[in-house]
């Protein structure tokens, strides 16, 4: 048996597992929350190891021949390091070489929705496909593709930042990394309330029976039909399909795979507002949901770490 050790660094969560890579069974799990604070970035490098060594107390035994991190970007690969995250607290945390170092195995760093169209691509929604763009709707906005079976990367490892596509002037909403306009500034788990206040105001919706801070909260009302929920739904459809439209132009994909947690609880109502929206200059490929349980970046982690470090 080949083991992997994968890590998923994410804005709000660190996951760590231990992956068979024969079939991709996930052997052993740990999380703990992403650290917010603290003196540098070597605050998340030491809670990886933390995780890393909690894991493999847990599967004693078990000899994992490299290790494969997918992080939120961007990235600095030749540095092996994460580099001004909208969605980490730290403008640089060291990966490569501190968990060499102390696990004395290869390690290889990808972005984590780089790594989530892998893991679709090996053992979810989007196997016997070669073309296959993933999305994430989680604290941000990433994305990953697949064309014609290569996995794309770009020069610095940083292509498919989908959540800094321009969607919008109207409101003109500042994204986590400053700039304006950005899809992650408006559809994302973080900052969705805070495009349903931009358009509440405009809209002036005085009245409202849910508590508009909350995504859970907007998207619950959505499915219970509340009139101010569905109205704002329209405009959040509107701005979702024109990522989605930008997305299919740049990669033309068979299949569109939408993972994170807003797509796990909510992706059927998401997908059906934003529809009738996407442009029909190339066929629609299938949407689906993922049926990973969040585990897409943690399998591509271990898929990418099997492919770089044999």
């Known amino acids: ?54 894991l493999l107390a847990s599967a004693p035994g078990e000899n994992a021949t490299a290790i494969g991190v997918a992080s939120a970007g961007p990235l600095d690969l030749d540095r092996g390091w994460v580099v001004n995250s909208p969605n980490i607290a730290f403008p640089v945390v060291a990966i490569t070489g501190p968990l060499s170092e102390r696990f004395d195995l290869p390690v290889a760093l990808i972005n984590d929705a780089r790594a989530g169209v892998l893991g ?51 409101y003109n909403l500042t994204c986590g990394c400053g700039y304006k306009g950005h899809w992650e500034a408006y559809a994302s788990a973080k900052n969705l309330p805070g495009f349903f206040a931009a358009w509440r105001k405009e809209a002036d ?22 009139p101010v929920a569905l109205a704002f739904m329209e405009a959040l459809g509107q701005v979702n399909a024109r990522g989605v439209s930008a997305v299919i ?7 569109i795979v939408f993972d994170g947690p807003l797509a796990r609880y909510h992706g059927d109502i998401v997908i059906r507002h934003m529809e009738p929206y996407i442009d029909r200059y190339l066929a629609l490929p299938r949407l689906a949901v993922s049926e990973l349980g969040g585990r897409s970046p943690l399998l591509g982690a271990a898929a990418y770490a099997l492919e770089v470090c044999r």
């Open 1 to 54: 048996m080949t083991t992997v050790i994968a890590v998923d660094l994410g804005g709000t969560n660190l996951r760590a597992a231990l992956i068979d890579s024969a079939d991709a069974t996930i052997l052993a799990h740990t999380a703990a929350p992403t650290p917010a604070s603290g003196p540098s970035g070597d605050a998340i490098t030491a809670a990886i190891i933390d995780r890393i060594e909690t």
């Open 249 to 255: 132009v740049a990669y033309n994909p068979d299949i």
């Open 120 to 170: 679709e691509w090996w053992a979810g929604a989007a196997r016997g496909s070669d073309n296959v763009v993933y999305v994430t709707l989680s604290t941000g906005i990433g994305g990953g593709a697949v064309v014609n079976g290569r996995l794309l990367l770009g020069a610095t490892g940083n292509a498919g930042e989908i959540g800094h596509i321009p969607v919008d002037t109207r």
């Open 205 to 226: 919706v005085r009245d409202v029976a849910f508590d508009a801070g909350s995504t859970r909260a907007i998207l619950e009302a959505v499915r219970k039909e509340d």
